[in-house]
């Protein structure tokens, strides 16, 4: 639980935190280690710690409510142990360098911003590809684009995302599933995997556990291409949660949209070009077949890190969608979408993904060396 030198760790209840308060500093003191700067959600826990080795925000205990400080970069609310976003303001000139430093700023290595900051990247992609310097004048379309971005950013503040994924009243879970979306379109491509809960009441409840949305490459690809690309990601995200998360997870299965990605994945025996064989190894390599699913695009959460989110009145289910996961997910799952059952198989030559070029070569005769010939011979 020690990320470099900060340690972050959840018990279930006060007596489990009692017991860690104690027993911890005394082990990491045979090593020599003082472990200070203590900081939680729970009033009680703060006041057995000494007032020198609180974190400096929650020295006194004589206030409301507890702080909001940070933990790993990320805004906490201890009070109402939730994730928050901070915008900051730190953008001093309109330029590539400076939009570039205030995107990177917000700041979520979960991945929680992740559609909303795609449509940031856009813009810098372009100015990327028509060659923009970082301290040159960005063209005045782009620049009303960006403003218009950051004008709706600081929405973001307003969202609060829980730090527990097992929600208040929650009885004892039964089940817990990983269920991982994929997506890909002309503008980018994304994933998002959610945590599905069900106790033993039947209750459902599915929160995110991680988001990522790319920019799609500057050089030119086809959609199935970049499906297949993204499905890698997921199996890859898919791996890393369940690597550190400590919830026994009984089952993961995996969402896509294309149904070219279905196909491929379901072909255990066909030899496929370089490109399909490098990624369908990854694939197969982190998951089985059986364990991907068709899901339409109005029900894929991932589209929302292909395309983006727009912070408007209007984005108000996208972005339920996003941190919630899919509607279907909270139903039983006789009520989930079927499958299809009659997928052909497909061609070991990739000729889907492949986008088809036309060629034409000109040959031009050379008149002069003709001429020149001509006239040795004559001589």
Request: aromatic share 8%.
């Amino acid at each position: 639980n020690f990320y470099v030198d900060d340690c972050l760790k959840s018990v279930a209840s006060v007596e489990e935190a009692k017991e860690l308060v104690k027993l911890l500093p005394e082990m990491l003191g045979k090593g020599g280690l003082h472990l200070t700067k203590w900081i939680s959600n729970c009033w009680e826990i703060l006041a057995l710690i000494p007032e020198a080795e609180r974190a400096s925000s929650v020295m006194n205990l004589d206030m409301e409510n507890l702080p909001i400080d940070r933990a790993l970069g990320i805004q906490w609310d201890v009070e109402k142990d939730a994730f928050n976003f901070r915008i900051g303001d730190r953008l001093k000139k309109e330029t590539h360098r400076e939009m570039l430093s205030f995107v990177a700023s917000v700041y979520g290595p979960l991945g929680f911003a992740a559609p909303f900051v795609l449509l940031a990247k856009r813009i810098l992609q372009e100015l990327c590809r028509v060659g923009y310097g970082w301290d040159e004048k960005v063209p005045e379309d782009q620049l009303s684009n960006w403003r218009e971005w950051r004008k709706k950013l600081p929405t973001l503040m307003t969202l609060a995302i829980p730090r527990c994924y097992k929600p208040t009243g929650f009885s004892q879970i039964q089940t817990v599933e990983l269920h991982n979306f994929s997506d890909a379109s002309l503008g980018g491509f994304g994933v998002a995997s959610y945590l599905r809960l069900i106790d033993t009441n039947g209750r459902i409840h599915c929160s995110l556990l991680m988001g990522k949305s790319r920019v799609t490459p500057l050089k030119a690809t086809t959609v199935p291409r970049l499906e297949l690309t993204t499905a890698t990601v997921a199996v890859k995200v898919s791996r890393q949660i369940q690597d550190e998360i400590q919830l026994p997870i009984q089952r993961t299965l995996f969402w896509t949209d294309s149904t070219i990605v279905i196909q491929y994945i379901r072909n255990m025996a066909t030899r496929f070009q370089t490109f399909i064989s490098n990624r369908l190894q990854i694939i197969h390599d982190a998951s089985s077949p059986s364990q991907w699913y068709h899901v339409s695009s109005e029900f894929n959460p991932a589209d929302h890190a292909s395309r983006g989110i727009k912070l408007d009145g209007s984005n108000e289910a996208a972005i339920t969608t996003w941190f919630h996961g899919a509607a279907f997910l909270w139903q039983p799952e006789s009520e989930w979408p079927g499958q299809p059952t009659d997928l052909p198989e497909i061609d070991r030559d990739d000729k889907v993904l492949r986008r088809k070029v036309q060629a034409t070569t000109i040959t031009q005769c050379n008149t002069m060396g003709t001429d020149v010939w001509s006239r040795l011979l004559h001589q």
